[in-house]
């Protein structure tokens, strides 16, 4: 990454970071993967039990791999054997001490845009476990909460269809077609705009492009 784009995300990064704080998150600017790595594990306590649900983000700063073999329980449902045990990981997640996911979007006034399909991840931000830490690199960041969205539709969204490859319009043609196809991944659009309890979602924005 250019010295200039470096530049640009600093500057954006301390923007955000200052209007998350204003809307009760806790909020850190890394510039490398290697300093989100390092303050990820000490904002989660050794013991915790950790799950997740949609954070690229975290596993490519090489979070999960550090749980995974440190001093944590982990409800990672990629380790589960089938569809029934991978569903009580899901569930399992809404009890967590820490639920780690990633952002859609980002509005640069501190607003975060998620869409799901099955629900999971964004009912464990809005509530139940203890925490939520989220990975998100800024790449993520617009200017506005309508760009936001936008970006979370037209850009997130039909690129994890490519991971998924589900039979749905967007897996053809990368475009979003605001379909109702059985096999839909934007079922649920969540809006987090505040958070309460206070400091409960933390942010650690990465200087770095992460994710989808």
Known sequence: MSEMHQKYYEKRGAILVKNLKSRHFDAYYCATKVE????????????????????MSAKEIGLMDALNTGNYRTLDRENAKTP?????????????????????ALSLDGEMV???????????VVYGPKQVLVIAG???????????????????????????????????????????SETCICNQILITRHCRPV????????GEDLGL
Do not use: Y
């Open 36 to 55: 989100a790595l390092s303050k990820a594990l000490e904002l989660i306590p050794e013991g915790a039990t950790v799950g997740w649900g949609g954070a």
């Open 84 to 104: 029934e045990q991978q569903e009580e990981n899901r569930k399992a997640c809404m009890f967590a001490d820490v639920f780690l996911t990633g952002a859609n």
């Open 114 to 124: 998620n869409i799901d399909g099955t629900g999971n991840r964004v009912a464990a």
């Open 138 to 180: 800024m790449n993520k960041v617009t200017d506005t909460l309508e760009d936001a969205i936008t970006r979370a539709r037209t850009v997130a969204a039909p690129l994890n269809q490519q991971r998924f490859l589900l039979n749905n319009p967007c897996t053809a043609t990368g475009s979003c077609a605001d379909c109702k």
């Open 199 to 206: 400091g409960r979602i933390k942010f650690i924005l990465v």
